[in-house]
C-alpha cells in the first residue's frame, strides 16, 4: 500500500490534539528505562548540549538532564512543550532546560551543535525516517551520539484490537498515526541508506503504566535501542 506522503505532516496537528487533551502527563510515570543509560552515555562522552526528540510532555528530560550542561527539549507540539514546561516547574532542572519547537525533518540548528541526541519513540512513526536521521546527523557534533529506539513486532501496539495493518510490519493506530516495526536487518538497512552504522544495538523490554484515554492498563513494549556515534 502507498503511503500518503503527507501522513508525517497531519501528524503534527493529531500530536498537538493529543496533547490538548491529555492529562499534564499523558504518557504516565516513570521515564522510559533507556533515557538513564543513554545519560551515562552522554556524560561519559562529556556531552555539553543534548536534545531530547521528542520531548513530549518532559516525563524523560529528568532523567536526562544528568547527561548534560544544556538540556533542550524539542517538539512540534505547543501544547507537548506547553505541558512540559508546567510538570518540570517543580524539577531542580536549574536554567539547563531550554524548549524549542523542532520539525524532525527540517532542524533549524546549526550543523555540529548538539553533543547528543536521544530519539525515542519517533522514527517508527515516521513514513521517511531516512530523511529524519540525515537531519539529526548533522546537526550532530563529531564524536557525539544518537541514542534511539524502533519497535519490533512483538511490541503491545502490534496486538492492538484497533491497529490495522497496512503492509508488512506498517499499521495505522486507532488515532490515525502511522507506525512502522523492525527487526535487526530492518535496523542496519534503514542506517546503511543514509551511511550509517550502529556502535551498539540491544533489544529492550520494559512495561509502563496505564495511559490516559487509550491502553488504560500495564503493557509491554520491545524496542531495538541503537547507538550511532557521529565520525569524527
Known sequence: MAIDLMR??????????????????????PPVPYAEVAARRFATNRAFI???????????LP??????????????????????????????????LVFLKIDAY????PDGSIDGVFCWDL???????????REIYRILRPGGHLVA?????????????????IAPKEYIDHFDFYCKFYDREDIDSLLA????AAETVEL????????????????DHESWVFTVRKKP
Do not use: F
Open 204 to 219: 529492550a523490554r520494559w512495561t509502563e503504566p496505564p495511559h490516559v484515554g487509550y491502553r488504560e492498563y500495564e503493557h
Open 50 to 60: 543534548v536534545l531530547d526528540l521528542p520531548c513530549g510532555d518532559g516525563r524523560n
Open 8 to 29: 508525517d505532516e497531519n501528524a503534527k496537528s493529531l500530536w498537538n490534539e493529543a496533547y490538548a487533551n491529555g492529562a499534564d502527563n499523558l504518557w504516565g510515570d
Open 63 to 96: 532523567a536526562l538532564a544528568p547527561g548534560a550542561s544544556i538540556l533542550i527539549g524539542g517538539d512540534t507540539s505547543d501544547n507537548a512543550i506547553a505541558i512540559s514546561r508546567k510538570v518540570l516547574a517543580r524539577e531542580s532542572l536549574g536554567n539547563k
Open 123 to 133: 522514527l517508527g512513526h515516521l513514513t521517511s525516517p531516512d530523511k529524519a536521521l
Open 149 to 165: 529506539n524502533m519497535w519490533t513486532m512483538n511490541d503491545c501496539q502490534v496486538s492492538d484490537p484497533n491497529i490495522r495493518e
Open 193 to 196: 541508506s543514509v551511511d550509517m
Open 106 to 109: 527540517s532542524i533549524e540548528i
